[in-house]
């Protein structure tokens, strides 16, 4: 049991964190390049300086603003492709990083604990 808990695990904790991040990101990136694409599409009216209040009075009967309409096309974006509603060999491996990186931080408290003195 020596030879287990003798293990670098805190090192094995690191790297299953920031491969989890890389995980994370990666399965975002769909959303992402979608809601960029939406950015580019969603129009941002030019208004002369004089015609701000007739283009702001039409801005409140539409209800909608660049803002509102940029939201709803990322909202759509994430219904189209969320987190873990990909591949599932991708949300299994998120998982998997995840699962390590709590294994080994409880396996690093362990040995701290163990290793304690009383001068420490």
Do not use: H
Not at 72 to 97: D, H
């Amino acid at each position: 049991m020596a030879g287990i808990l003798d293990f670098d695990w805190r090192r094995t904790f690191r790297w299953s964190v920031f491969l989890a991040v890389v995980m994370v990101i990666w399965l975002l990136a769909p959303t992402v390049k979608c809601s960029f694409k939406a950015f580019e599409d969603t129009p941002i009216s030019d208004v002369e300086s004089d015609n701000v209040a007739e283009a702001d009075k039409d801005r409140v009967k539409q209800g909608t603003g660049f803002w509102s309409n940029w939201g709803g096309a990322m909202k759509a974006c994430y219904r189209e492709k969320p987190l873990l509603g990909q591949e599932a060999w991708k949300k299994y491996l998120l998982f998997a990083f995840l699962g390590l990186g709590a294994l080994a931080w409880s396996l690093d408290r362990i040995e701290k604990r163990r290793k304690r003195t009383f001068e420490r």
